[in-house]
């Protein structure tokens, strides 16, 4: 019986110590999930995985929500690979409204080089949009964009039909979702 008491203690001792050492990790853990959220959201470097796919992400997101268009599309593009589809499909719905806003800050210009740059910005929206409904079509933010700037591209010339007969691109709508 003696015996049996002491493994009894032994084992209760190491349940102790084996769930004090777990949350002792978890404490930590938290603590490190806290400063990786406020590095993020104050547009800092992450001290901790610094190479996960959330902290690219986010540094991606915080170049693109202050306007630096070209670096985060490269960061972005460089998330693709490896992703998954919901995380490829987030990707591309901001790529899409990097180039939505691109499209709606060029408003304002009724020049033909102007005119064509907005085309091909909404252009590219539209199929970032589209991939990523292809991707994972569960998103309601990338359906509404999508057909936001499906219903400012200007239709297709009919032969025949002059320029001043054609409407071009009316800037009303506002993409949903900015990055």
């Known amino acids: 019986m003696a015996l049996s008491v002491n493994k009894l203690v032994i084992g209760l001792v190491m349940v102790a110590a ?56 490269l960061l972005f593009a460089k998330l693709i690979d490896g992703s998954t589809p919901v995380q490829r499909a987030a990707i591309l719905h901001n790529i899409g409204n990097m180039f939505f806003l691109k499209a709606i800050q060029l408003t304002g210009g009724n020049d033909n080089s102007t005119r064509d740059e907005m085309e091909y910005l909404l252009t590219q929206a539209m199929s970032s949009y589209k991939n990523a409904m292809k991707t994972d079509n569960s998103y309601w933010g990338t359906r509404r964009n999508y057909d936001r700037v499906i219903s400012l591209l200007p239709e297709k010339p009919t032969p025949g039909v002059s320029e001043s007969e054609n409407p071009g691109l009316i800037m009303g709508n506002i993409p949903n979702g900015l990055p």
């Open 18 to 73: 084996v769930a004090s050492a777990t949350m002792a990790y978890t404490w930590q853990r938290i603590g490190q999930v806290k400063a990786f959220n406020e590095a993020v959201t104050s547009g800092r470097t992450p001290q901790t995985e610094r190479q996960s796919f959330e902290a690219k992400y986010a540094v991606a997101y915080w170049l693109a929500k202050n306007e630096r268009y070209k670096e985060a599309t």
